[in-house]
Structures are given as structure tokens and as C-alpha cells.
């Protein structure tokens, strides 16, 4: 059974994974950085959590999240900062970012190194009064460090690629040991480290649990993401390319846009929405009057949803109205699908943002992608 999959975001990467789990050869496509490549390190299940207690993932995910490295506790939510001041509640995270639930009603050190981009006393003072540190008594105090060679004003990434050298490190962990007193953990901003399964020798050398915020779009949860991609694959036995695809054929086959025609038995589309370019909106095709419509981001008949309601080729005269139905709508649009196929197609399956009525987010875009394989392989 020959599967491919197009698509290298959170989807696309269950799907393919999935797929060899099942026994199939499996090949993966990816053109450009989609939404997993800017996502904040936090993994939802929901768009936001509105249960009291987080209910049990689903056990197919279990097996996902352990290869991927990521985190996510059996049946409670984990608390995680945003540079933007707030605390919120997450199903999961990257095990780089400090999950702060454990430290409860203890005080947590924020590292200032003097970042553009990451003003630690105000942050420390916005979370220690966000409704979580209050209800919880758990506070943040600012640690003021000097780091010589380390550059405040590059990206977050540079910045850890900085940090990730050993003397830098040293440096740091030796500045800030002598600044620490009895904080429970220490919160650095998003730039503490490349590595998709966070870093362990802070830990050591801090003497306590070491962790970031959520990254900002564009930030080192991409990077790291993209890393850990590469490695899951690879160990998966998953024949990775970087390159566009530009049509699906009825015959099954997946031709590529230098031409290249790759034969398929089934084929998951995860494309992403429309920040990925997986759903791209622009002047109707010539069957179609009327203003811009919805296509996909691929030669191959799609019908689209919005809102539960089907939309035509071009709704109006004038197009999607985002008057009435507001920018939003730009992510709300996805495939219409029976099940875990695209509609209208027998071996042609969809996956994760690019899935009409489906929550946009990091774990439920797995989840789809796991289930996708699943289906593409039982049919
Ligand atoms: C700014 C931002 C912040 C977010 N924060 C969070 C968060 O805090 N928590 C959370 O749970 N979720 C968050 N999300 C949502 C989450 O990141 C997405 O729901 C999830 O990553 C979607 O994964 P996906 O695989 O469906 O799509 P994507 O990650 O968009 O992947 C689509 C893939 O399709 C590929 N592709 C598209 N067209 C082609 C083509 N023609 N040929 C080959 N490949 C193609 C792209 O290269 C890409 O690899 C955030 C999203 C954004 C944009």
C-alpha cells in the first residue's frame, strides 16, 4: 500500500507516521511553513479550554505525543505564559515551555537578559496578577542578569542559537545561581532553546525546573518544531521532500510542480487553511461567475463549508462578503468531508485546518491526521 501525504504540519506528520504504523510506504510532501511552523509551543485540544477538568486524550494521540516529544498530562490542564502577559490553561505543551501548574502558590524567578522584545519586570508583575497566580498565590519575581556577548536586539531565534553555546550557557547558569534564592522554577522568555525536547542542562545547572513561555508567532516553537519534524520522520521511515504539489489526477496519481508524477494508493490532503496556502482564495475558475471563491491549494475538485453552510464557486457577484461574515471567516473556511474522506473522493482523505467545522488546533489537527491514515489504509 503506497500513501502519500501532502502536507508537513501537525496533520501531515500524524497522518505519515501513522501510516507506517500500519505497514504502509509512505512518502510526505511539504511546500512551505504552515500554521505549525508559527504556533506558540501550547497544545489545544479546543480553541479554548471551557471544561473544568481536562478530559482524557484520546489513546491513538498518546502514541503520537510520546514519539513527537510532547507533553501532555492524563487528565489535567497545564498552566503556560504568554509574553503578552496573561496565564492560560493548555491541554499539552512542548516539553520546552515551563509548565507553571506543579509551582502552585510558590514564587517562579523570570531571567531578565535585557531582551527588546521581553520586559521581565512587567511581564513578572502581569503574571502574578493574572486570575491564575492570584486564585493559586503563586508569584514571579524579575532576575536582572548582565550577559555579556549576548546580543538583546537579534530574533528569539538567534538568541538561542546564542544561549545554545556551552560558555554562554555557563555564563548564564553562573550569573543567575548567584541572583536564584528559593524560587521553585525559573521561566526564561522564548529563546531558552532549540531543542524539541527541551534542555536538560539547565535543569541541572539551575538546580530546578527550567522552562519558557509560549513563543510568539514566527518563534522558536517553529523552529523547534520543524527539528523535531525532520527527526520523527526520519525515524518513522517516512521519504520526506520539500517540494509543492500542484494537482491530484482521478487516476490516483499526485503530480508534483516540476512535473513529476507519483503514484498513490491513497492519498491524505493536510494541507493546512489558508495561512499555508492549503486553501487559497482568488478569482473564480471559468465555470464560475461571480467574485473571488475558495479553491484549494492543489489541482483536484474540493466543495467548501463556511460555517456549516456549503458554499458554491462564487457565492455572490462580489465574492465572500467579510462584511457580514468578518475576517474570521478566512480561518473558519474548510473542506467539506464524509467521514475521513473528501467529498466526492474514495482514496482521497483530509486532515487537520484544512477540514471544514473542526476546532483549529495544534492536538486536534493531529488527531485528524492520525485518523486519516487510519481510514486511507482501511479502505
Ligand atoms: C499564529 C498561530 C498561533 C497558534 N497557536 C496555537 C496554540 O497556541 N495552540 C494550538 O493548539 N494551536 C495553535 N495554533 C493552531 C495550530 O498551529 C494549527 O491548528 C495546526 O498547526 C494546523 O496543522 P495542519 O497540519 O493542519 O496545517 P499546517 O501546519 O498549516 O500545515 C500545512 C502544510 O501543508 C503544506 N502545503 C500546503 N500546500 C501545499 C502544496 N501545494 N504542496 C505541498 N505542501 C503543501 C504546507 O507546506 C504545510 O507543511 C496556532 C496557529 C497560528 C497560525
Redesign the pocket.
Known sequence: MKLVV????????AAAWRGRQLGAEVSL?????????????????EPWPTAVRARPLAPELEGFLAAFELEAPASRWVVVATCAGTLRP??GRERALLDLAPFAGQTIAVLDLGRHDFDAEALAQAWSEAAWARSTATRFRAVPLELPGAPSQVSGYDFAQTLAATEQRRALSHAASARLREEAAVLMGPWSTLEPGGDVEWERWLGRPVGET?SP?GGVAGARFERQRARVLEAAGVSVSA????ALTPEGEVVLVDGERVRADAVVL????V????IVLGPPGPEHAGGAAFRL??RAEAEFELDGVKLDGASTLHGIDFTARGLGALERVGVACQGAALSGHRRVFA????RAGE???????ML??LRAAQAALDA
Do not use: K, Q
Request: proline share 4%.
Open positions: 501532502v502536507g508537513g504540519g501537525f496533520a501531515g506528520v510532501f511539504h511546500a512551505r511553513a504552515g500554521a505549525s511552523e508559527l504556533s506558540s509551543g501550547a497544545l489545544d485540544l493548555a491541554r509560549c508567532p517540494r509543492e504539489v500542484e493536510a494541507l493546512g487553511g495561512v499555508a496556502g492549503g491549494g492543489v486532515a487537520g485546518e484544512l476546532p483549529r488546533t495544534a492536538l486536534h489537527a485528524s491526521g
